[in-house]
């Protein structure tokens, strides 16, 4: 009953930059983590980027020093400022939430995602 929205893909040029923002909606809930995952064509999802509820950040290594997380706990939204960006990065790019049930007990979320492209 958690709803994931992303919005903010698009086509871009190799060099610029986008902002990916990720908001959740429904039932009342606790959030453990948000995240950001990706998946090009033909390839494994992969690990963008991700931040807890108090502010820890984990990166894919093929993003670190490109790519920004953040978060606005109040909001229950999570945005992804992408620079530099490379026609590597074109993949679609899925929103995810850990959702904390109970303790211990963690749910998983996926919003529909979004499409980015990054061509000249």
């Known amino acids: 009953q958690v709803h994931l929205v992303e919005s903010g893909g698009g086509l871009v040029q190799p060099g610029g930059s986008l902002r990916l923002s990720c908001a959740a909606s429904g039932s009342p809930f606790n959030i453990h983590a948000m995240g950001w995952y990706r998946q090009a064509s033909g390839k494994e999802r992969e690990l963008v980027g991700a931040?807890?509820?108090?502010?820890?950040?984990n990166y894919g290594d093929s993003v670190k020093g490109r790519f920004t997380i953040s978060r606005d706990n109040a909001k229950n939204t999570v945005y992804l400022q992408m620079n530099s960006l490379k026609p590597e990065d074109t993949a679609v790019y899925h929103c995810?939430?850990?959702?904390?049930?109970?303790?211990?007990?963690?749910?998983?979320?996926w919003g529909q995602g979004t499409q980015v492209t990054v061509s000249s």
């Open positions: 931040i807890t509820s108090g502010g820890r950040t």
């Open positions: 995810n939430a850990l959702i904390l049930i109970t303790q211990g007990v963690l749910s998983e979320y």
